[in-house]
């Protein structure tokens, strides 16, 4: 650890000497180019951070942007891995890679409130979902194949992008087709036995008409391996499809229509989790004789014992997007994105990892499995998306300009619903096929519709007063309304008066409604018995609308350097959750961001470019994470604790960001990212003010997972990237032979202030501190041939990395559950071109 902590600061104290030697005024961009790049394709890259092409370095926003051989070389195939290399970006994958969430700059995302980050797809934002778990609002799993490149914007993006951007925005740009004939086809073997395949084929139609289709397949054995000798064999598995289709044409000389259609579906076991020590928790006995097991087989951390039967996660998610644009005159152009897409979600999933039994050695399913039953869905949505965009410049060049209109319309396609079986032992859980051996057990299911409507008009002008400095403002003005039904319900195995037979599975079920304070029974002691969850019905709006805007200064005091300052205020909506007796919607939350920085790219005897960016962000009306306890007679009345959003608080944060890139001798490449966080709660309701909150609920306290001078969750203070690559002297008839090695280092994040950050030495509200090293060799057009050959190691030291956001308060059920990211993997990639 000390060596670490030297090293860290040795580079940091090198990059200062380096930055400062250049310019004395700290800076804002970050900027990947494809190693080997000459420095002068650095001023080339081009981006859409501000609607419209521009040179990366001339757009004063903070951004990574990553090409498709950066991404290949990194093994980036799903949107999670895109954190291990971007300082900015963390992820939350605690249900897994393919239903994790993003924050950039510690905004973070907690249970059903909306995302801080925007993904968009070919300018268009992910399908929107809202289920049970964290998924949705993001791309399919396979979208990182054959693309232009991918953008990750920090700070609000809320004038140009909308909807929840207080954290940023990541852009991820499809190859368009191109007028040549050509494609390419990759194949990658790994150990876990992965077998990948992608390629791409275009094809020129005519002279105004050209088409690209581009796929993947993966597949990959989970690492963590199940000892329960039931179920599935293993969990954080791979297995999914992907495929695109594009098509241009060019209708008119100053008319074009580009088409895109992408699906993706992922069918996997689902995640797992290791437990590592056992607590007094209601399950503590049982814990110790699982425990007691995995000792004397000698277990490691991917070793899991998992009794849930059957297993899966099921994603499919499609869309078809239509971008219209006319060039009606050299100074006007006119643009229209139309989108409509689709996801769906069947899980059945253990939230922990057990496989208890009784005393007489009958087992049982710990905590939550979600099923949703045939033909139903945990999570399904369709969002459909229309802009219109106005682009237009004065005939000097001095102003340039977009305005724009958006309309999205998030519509259910059915109910998302979720059965949670606890403490029973189920052959399956969504069928009902279940017995109830502790005499405790019991179903939940939670049934929900959600009708988003997001709204919004926009307008952005920048204004030259000369060659050297530039005024940028913003605004736009977003309506946001959610509708949610809801139709929570509890029900148990039983004949008894008001049961009914269950015409799906034809079992005898007793369900009562959650809501007992809407619909209690007749004596007062729990929810209203009923035969159909429609019976408990309850219905919650939530409407809210919010001006955004920037004001950003730029100066170029020289061609190569631009300074920059800007002021911008960012809002994140209010949700619904149906789950929280009192509680069950929220308002927006506000922030505002005060940013300046610099870009600097040179070409002397070193060339590369120097980019750092300082920021200060202030929050209000803070959306935080809070267990409600029900008072003595809520619990006589059926009311169990919840989790609630609340507005209770105030938070502020401040940080650097940096990044250089230096080319040497025209063949080593070494590029560093830092980020520095310092975030802190500043102000959390009183328990006076939060006590005022709960008059009228069903609750005695409200227990929030973040106090007064607490730092944000899951917000590493430090994250470090180094990539060197070095281009081998050989002979052009050889092809082109690369190496190159990436060290990523992560310091310590919370997870849970509420929790122990250790148990009996075993972290549970802590994430530890972690470094990932990785290897790449590439040997591009092997002998002059079509042929490429690539190696590849990714955490070559076996770095053991715990997964944040694990289940909360897995604890107190008797078990410390831990999850982790994947181990050593390496493999070999070959790949052949065609064509022009």
């Not at 600061?9 to 804002?28: C, D, N, P, R």
């Not at 209601?282 to 004789?289: D, E, H, K, L, W």
């Not at 975030?679 to 609750?699: C, R, Y």
Request: aromatic residues 12%; charged residues 15%; proline residues 5%.
């Amino acid at each position: 650890m000390i060596y670490m902590k030297q090293a860290r600061v040795g580079l940091l104290y090198s990059t200062f000497l380096a930055g400062s030697a250049l310019f004395a005024l700290s800076t804002a961009a970050e900027a990947q180019t494809a190693e080997g790049a000459s420095a002068a394709s650095i001023t080339d890259i081009i981006v859409t951070a501000r609607r419209s092409a521009e040179r990366l370095q001339d757009v004063p926003i903070s951004i990574t942007v990553y090409n498709q051989e950066q991404l290949t070389k990194r093994n980036i195939a799903v949107a999670t891995d895109l954190a291990t290399y971007t300082p900015s970006l963390s992820v939350n994958q605690r249900y897994g890679p393919e239903k994790s969430s993003f924050s950039i700059r510690g905004f973070n995302p907690a249970n059903n409130t909306a995302p801080t980050v925007g993904v968009y797809f070919a300018e268009v934002v992910g399908v929107r979902a809202q289920g049970g778990t964290t998924s949705g609002n993001t791309v399919g799993a396979g979208a990182f194949t054959d693309l232009a490149n991918v953008q990750v914007l920090k700070g609000p993006q809320g004038t140009l992008f909308g909807r929840n951007t207080t954290g940023g925005a990541i852009l991820i740009t499809p190859q368009k087709p191109t007028n040549d004939f050509g494609g390419y086809a990759e194949g990658t073997y790994g150990n876990y036995n992965q077998v990948r395949l992608t390629g791409a084929l275009n094809v020129p139609l005519s002279d105004t008409f050209r088409v690209r289709l581009s796929g993947e397949r993966n597949t990959r054995d989970g690492y963590m391996k199940n000892h329960a000798g039931v179920g599935a064999s293993d969990f954080n598995d791979i297995d999914y499809w992907y495929g695109r289709l594009s098509i241009v044409g060019d209708l008119t000389p100053n008319l074009e229509n580009y088409a895109v259609f992408h699906y993706s579906r992922s069918t996997t076991n689902g995640y797992a989790s290791h437990i590592n020590t056992c607590t007094a928790g209601s399950a503590g006995a049982a814990c110790a004789v699982q425990l007691a097991r995995q000792q004397a087989r000698g277990d490691g951390p991917y070793d899991v014992e998992n009794n849930l039967l059957n297993p899966y996660e099921h994603l499919t998610q499609w869309q078809i997007i239509n971008t219209t644009t006319w060039h009606a005159s050299d100074t006007l152009t006119v643009k229209n994105i139309m989108s409509y897409g689709e996801f769906r979600e069947r899980l059945n999933l253990a939230y922990l990892s057990t496989n208890f039994a009784t005393s007489g050695g009958t087992p049982y399913v710990l905590y939550d499995t979600d099923g949703a039953g045939p033909h139903t869905y945990s999570a399904v949505e369709s969002t459909a998306t229309e802009e219109l965009q106005l682009q237009g410049k004065s005939t000097d060049d001095k102003f340039n300009f977009v305005l724009g209109g958006y309309l999205e319309f998030s519509r259910p396609l059915g109910f998302s619903t979720n059965i949670s079986a606890n403490f029973l032992n189920c052959i399956s859980a969504e069928n009902l096929n279940c017995t109830n051996p502790l005499g405790f057990g019991s179903f939940s299911q939670n049934r929900t519709k959600m009708n988003f409507d997001n709204h919004g008009i926009y307008g952005q002008g920048t204004y030259k007063f000369s060659d050297k400095l530039s005024l940028t403002a913003g605004a736009r003005w977003t309506f946001d309304k959610i509708v949610g039904t809801g139709q929570p319900t509890r029900f148990s195995l039983s004949t008894a008066p008001g049961s009914y037979i269950d015409p799906r599975t034809g079992v005898s079920i007793l369900r009562t409604c959650s809501d007992t304070v809407t619909y209690p029974n007749s004596t007062g002691t729990g929810g209203k018995i009923v035969t159909s969850p429609a019976e408990c019905t309850t219905v919650r709006v939530n409407k809210s609308d919010k001006p955004t805007w920037v004001i950003d200064l730029d100066y170029k005091p020289i061609p190569d350097l631009m300074l920059y300052g800007k002021y911008a205020r960012g809002y994140r909506q209010g949700g619904i959750n149906f789950n929280s007796i009192g509680f069950e919607t929220w308002k927006p939350e506000s922030m505002d961001t005060f940013e300046a920085g610099a870009k600097f790219s040179f070409n002397a005897g070193v060339k590369g470019y120097f980019n750092i960016a300082g920021f200060y962000n202030k929050l209000s009306d803070l959306q935080v994470l809070a267990q409600l306890i029900p008072t003595p007679a809520a619990v006589l009345q059926g009311v169990t604790g919840a989790s609630a959003i609340l507005n209770a608080g105030k938070a502020r944060s401040y940080g650097v960001e940096l990044d250089s890139s230096l080319l040497f001798f025209d063949r080593l490449r070494v590029s560093v990212g830092y980020t520095y966080l310092n975030t802190k709660i500043i102000e959390i309701d009183s328990p006076a003010t939060l006590a005022a909150k709960l008059v009228g609920t069903p609750f005695q306290s409200a227990n929030p997972q973040v106090f007064k001078g607490t730092g944000f969750l899951d917000t590493p203070k430090h994250k470090l990237s180094v990539d060197a690559n070095y281009t081998l002297p050989l002979n052009p008839d050889m092809g082109t032979l690369s190496v190159g090695a990436t060290w990523t280092y992560t310091s310590q994040l919370v997870t849970n202030y509420s929790d122990p950050q250790y148990v009996n030495g075993f972290p549970v509200g802590v994430t530890p501190s972690n470094n990932l090293v990785n290897l790449n060799v590439d040997w591009k057009n092997v002998g002059g041939s079509p042929i490429g050959v690539s190696l590849f190691v990714t955490n070559l030291t076996k770095e053991l990395v715990k997964i944040p956001n694990q289940f909360p308060y897995a604890f107190s059920s008797g078990a410390v559950h831990v999850g982790y990211m994947a181990p050593r993997m390496y493999g070999v990639r070959l790949r052949y071109d065609f064509g022009s």
